[in-house]
């Protein structure tokens, strides 16, 4: 097992976290909202957390919470204004703040510009990765039973008849932003304290469209879905690779067909499969 986890523990690490950013994403797509800024917000969580613990010594728990408040409280701050927008407005609007906030961290002395910070400290592990996935996705399977979770669905299905039913829309659209946009941060700091080193353009568009990725082949009926398709397309370049295939853009073209299939024959991601059996 110890060498089974020396092999593929880097891949076991990245299957987690990127599982908890689709996740994040996961929030707002269950309120209706096509937000394309969770990469922006993991990457507020990343710098932010990794600057604490870099330049002022504080302790990784309490960094990885600061750096996951810092997100939300960025997501509080923009949410009023940018929801009040829907569709490919919305998603242009957020996919705008991504490219903001990549610009900012290139151009600030204090994130390392362009080349990022290096020399994170190694803390986050393996437990700690899928402990916090479990916990994150335990909590959204109860929200989404709640009043909360089929007041999000009510959104969903149709704003204006949820508005007449009587549901504040726009606090839950709000909430639903802030709450993706924290567990967005508590995988960008995650993130940065695994490798020893961020750059901006890791949270840029290509990142965002990941994420999208995710939620779309695993499916958001469930939370089930984000993690089956962030744990297929992150394992797939890697099975890929040991049949032979190692051409990059080979493997990306197998990734394009898996999406236009589900798209085409799945609408509700390969998650609903599991749903039809039973």
Known sequence: ???FFAVYGS???FVGINALLALSLYVPLSAGQLSLGNAAFAAIGAYGSAILTMRFNVPFPLAIAAGACLSAAVAMAIGTPVL??????????????????RIVAVNLAITGGAEGLI?????TTALIIY?????TAYFLAVLGGSRIGWSFASVREDETAAMVMGINTTRYKNGSFVLGAFIAGIAGALYAHLNFIITPGEFGFSAEVQLLIYNIVGGTRSVLGPILGAFIITVLPEVLRGVGVTAGPLRMGVNGVILLLVILYLPNGLSSLFGQKR
């Open 1 to 3: 097992m110890s060498e």
């Open 11 to 13: 891949l076991i690490n």
């Open 84 to 101: 009040r927008i829907r569709g490919i407005f919305l998603a242009m609007a957020t996919l705008a703040f991504g490219e903001v906030v």
């Open 119 to 123: 020399g994170i400290p190694n803390k």
């Open 131 to 135: 402990g916090t996935v479990a916990a």
